[in-house]
Nanobody
Framework: QVRLVESGGGVVQAGGSLRLSCAVSGGTFDRYAVAWFRQAPGKERVFVGMITWNGQGLYYHDSVKGRAIVSRDNAKNTGYLQMITLKPEDTAIYYC???????????????????WGQGTQVTVSS
């Protein structure tokens, strides 16, 4: 059974930075693409960024381009989302997701990913 566990959320002041981790167990991590989504209160879950299984493909939502870096450490079975220059509108629950064999152009869809973490709250105070 594949399990994803996010960590690293919390309260951050506007302009600050944070790094979220996504620990993956129970599967073949180095075959999975790892994605990050976020969901603000009362809103849909939206794509933030994704890294392909081999680390050679990186994709970001326009709202975080230049402020977010998605990375992975296959030796630790862990994916990461680092964000800088945080804004109050970045406040949300952040989820990591994973799957293999992702077709081109589908990485931003929640339905693309079979495995999900429980989420970690990020609150950016102004």
């Amino acid at each position: 059974q594949v399990r994803l566990v996010e960590s690293g959320g919390g309260v951050v002041q506007a302009g600050g930075s944070l790094r979220l981790s996504c620990a993956v167990s129970g599967g073949t991590f180095d075959r999975y693409a790892v994605a990050w989504f976020r969901q603000a209160p009362g809103k849909e879950r939206v794509f933030v960024g994704m890294i392909t299984w081999n680390g050679q493909g990186l994709y970001y939502h326009d709202s975080v381009k230049g402020r977010a870096i998605v990375s992975r450490d296959n030796a630790k079975n862990t994916g990461y989302l680092q964000m800088i220059t945080l804004k109050p509108e970045d406040t949300a629950i952040y989820y990591c997701a994973a799957n293999w064999g992702i077709p081109d152009g589908t990485w931003a869809r929640t339905t693309t990913y079979h495995y999900w973490g429980q989420g970690t709250q990020v609150t950016v105070s102004s």
